[in-house]
């Protein structure tokens, strides 16, 4: 067989080219997992009860308080839902070493979200 006419075979991927799959890559996504969502949570929980600060107030106050807060709960939730979607792709991204760092952005941003989101709403609120 002439071996310049011989048919030759594509290159195997190497370690470095992106394409192979990472061995840890469900770490990030998975710590992130069990930080964000007690965070989330405990923050919920908290805003839940936020309307107990002003059970003693009366008039002016209460209306403002209540007002205020008719507002931040709803951007509090969609807050959460940026969460879960900053998670979830944390999650969603190819278990390639290529995409390592950008599993990990999104892993370390959701938990972070989730405290951006429940100062938003601690200033959105008009405290007694």
């Not at 839940?48 to 807060?69: I, K, N, Q």
Request: glycine share 6%; proline share 11%.
């Amino acid at each position: 067989m002439n071996p310049t006419t011989a048919p030759t075979r594509a290159p195997a991927p190497t370690p470095d080219s992106g394409t192979d799959r990472h061995p840890r890559a469900f770490v990030a996504p998975l710590v992130s997992t069990l930080l964000t969502l007690p965070m989330a949570a405990v923050a919920f929980f908290f805003v839940g009860l936020a309307p107990m600060a002003c059970d003693s107030c009366g008039g002016a106050v209460s209306d403002r308080f209540d007002d205020s807060y008719k507002l931040a709960f709803p951007v509090f939730g969609f807050g959460l839902m940026v969460v879960l979607v900053v998670l979830l792709s944390a999650w969603a991204l190819p278990w390639r070493r290529g995409n390592a760092a950008a599993r990990v952005w999104p892993a370390v941003i959701a938990p972070a979200a989730v405290v951006f989101d429940f100062i938003v709403f601690h200033g959105l609120v008009d405290w007694p």
